[in-house]
């Protein structure tokens, strides 16, 4: 039984990927545990919800001890959608602001990767699959380097925790969308063509993928997912 834990789940992205791994449980042998930071989303079969705040090492060490000890739950596979966005032009740049995309992009990846860990390396497996940006690997307007540098370090922090832990097979990928059609991005950008955006439904698709067998070989890939961009 594949045991999931996904992050962020109370969003868009998250709903999404609660979703596909829902639709396929009984025939994919799916345990799924959601993370979430204020409030649980909908409630579906088969579903755990458990709070963490990602930013904090102690909340994610609870949220873990609790799912073990009340179902025996451990992640073996991680897909990781939690993180934040701040738009702003490096000389207004506020401390807030850059601390805000660094703890919410970098510093909870870390954590998080470093909580999960030690249980996959005693099992000898472990899939992890981070949300990075298409933005990373292409030019890209002002006011957003913040975003993509906290966004950028995943894609190296991937590769890295893939040729570390090659020999307890446990690997890292990220997946690099363009703009994903959520509600919050329809209401930011009024004037774009969602439908040129990315579905959270074919990501989420593809996210799934990279836990399964299929997705074995794409060891510390970067996925670039550009939709119609």
Same mark, same amino acid.
């Given at each position: ?5 996904v ?5 868009a992205?998250?709903s ?17 545990a959601a ?12 579903? %755990? ?6 930013s904090?090492?102690? =909340?994610?060490?609870?949220?873990? #001890? ?5 179902r ?11 993180g ?6 490096? #000389?207004?740049? =506020? ?14 990846t870390?954590?998080?990767v470093?909580? +999960? ?11 992890m +699959? ?24 995943l894609?190296?922090l ?24 959520t509600p ?13 955006? +990315?579905?959270? #439904? ?5 996210? +799934? %993928?990279?836990i399964?067998?299929a ?15």
């Amino acid at each position: 039984m594949r045991k999931v834990l996904v992050t962020g789940a109370e969003g868009a992205l998250g709903s999404a990927l609660l979703k596909r791994l829902t639709r396929d449980r009984e025939n994919e042998k799916f345990e799924i545990a959601a993370a979430y930071w204020s409030k649980p989303g909908q409630e579906m079969e088969g579903v %755990s919800w458990v709070q963490m705040d990602l930013s904090k090492p102690a =909340s994610i060490k609870a949220g873990l #001890e609790l799912m073990a000890n009340q179902r025996g739950f451990e992640p073996d596979s991680v897909l990781h959608c939690a993180g934040g966005f701040r738009w702003s032009e490096i #000389e207004t740049l =506020s401390d807030e602001n850059l601390d805000f995309v660094i703890n919410a992009n970098l510093k909870s990846t870390f954590y998080l990767v470093r909580a +999960v860990v030690p249980a996959m390396k005693r099992r000898g497996f472990g899939r992890m +699959v981070f949300v990075s940006s298409a933005g990373t690997t292409r030019p890209c307007p002002s006011g957003m380097a913040p975003y993509l540098a906290s966004k950028a370090a995943l894609n190296i922090l991937a590769q890295a925790l893939t040729e570390e832990l090659k020999n307890f097979d446990i690997n890292a990928c990220c997946v690099l969308p363009t703009v994903i059609d959520t509600p919050a991005n329809r209401k930011d950008m009024p004037d774009a063509d969602p439908n040129r955006w +990315v579905r959270p #439904e074919a990501l989420a698709d593809l996210m +799934v %993928s990279l836990i399964l067998p299929a997705g074995n070989a794409a060891r510390g890939a970067l996925i670039q997912v550009p939709g119609a961009v």
